[in-house]
């Protein structure tokens, strides 16, 4: 059973709109969150997170929401840009799961096409 | 760049027989992974270490061992390759929190 959704499997926007990407998860053990962007033939590369005490982390034009009695969050990118396509991964960990830092529990990803 | 390099890139094999990746980091990390990469599952954990000689086992580990002999390597090992192993193979290592930085992935196909 997955513990990490990311139900959208592709997003197509246009440049200079808001990029909505949204994530859930059922293991209420989870406590911090996590969004990887990754381009073709490369590593994901880490982008923003958020620890469970708090409901915004923003970062320049990234900014991840949780909302934890939903079990939800979501990654705004504003404005988008033609560079931000690529695959977005939601991933999430908790000091009760795995047992050791970075022991992340990812999502199937979003395929976010930013059109110019 | 966290100083991770993957070797090899890609990599072919035929089925039954073994292949060992290779994980090099230059930093001294404590924590290094090994995640695979499949259509339609996201990444998914083999295995972790925590130190040198120290792993366990992550969400598919069955097929593979790992071992930690230095500080900076990490080797995955398939026994014996089976076409279900055919994926992406990405390291990883933790840089502070709980946030992984990956390598640049291997390529295999098993055949």
């Known amino acids: 059973d997955q513990q990490v959704k990311q139900n959208s499997p592709s997003l197509s926007v246009q440049e200079g709109r808001i990029s909505i990407l949204n994530c859930d998860y059922t293991?209420?053990?989870?406590?911090?969150f996590l969004w990887y962007k990754k381009y073709p033939a490369e590593g994901p590369t880490f982008l923003i997170s958020?620890?469970?005490?708090?409901d915004k982390n923003e970062d320049g034009r990234f900014t991840v929401f949780l909302n934890k009695s939903a079990k939800h969050l979501s990654l705004h990118i504003v404005p988008s840009q033609p560079g931000d396509s690529a695959v977005y991964f939601c991933?999430?960990?908790?000091?009760?799961?795995?047992?050791?830092?970075?022991?992340?529990?990812f999502g199937k990803g979003t395929k976010l096409s930013v059109k110019p | 760049d966290a100083g991770i390099t993957q070797s090899p890139r890609h990599k072919v094999t035929e089925t039954g027989t073994p292949v060992t990746l290779r994980c090099h980091q230059t930093?001294?990390?404590?924590?290094m992974y090994w995640y695979r990469q499949d259509p339609g599952h996201g990444l998914r954990l083999i295995h972790y270490?925590?130190?040198?000689?120290?792993?366990d086992k992550g969400e598919v580990s069955d097929g593979y061992s790992v071992s930690r002999s230095k500080t900076e390597d990490f080797l995955l090992t398939l026994e014996s390759a089976t076409s279900s192993q055919t994926s992406v193979y990405f390291c990883?290592?933790?840089?502070?929190?709980?946030?992984?930085?990956f390598g640049q992935g291997t390529r295999l196909t098993v055949v």
């Open positions: 990883a290592i933790s840089v502070q929190g709980d946030e992984a930085f």
């Open positions: 293991n209420s053990m989870f406590d911090y």
């Open positions: 958020i620890s469970s005490i708090k």
């Open positions: 991933a999430a960990s908790g000091d009760d799961y795995g047992g050791s830092q970075g022991n992340l529990i």
């Open positions: 930093e001294n990390h404590r924590y």
């Open positions: 270490s925590y130190g040198v000689k120290d792993t």
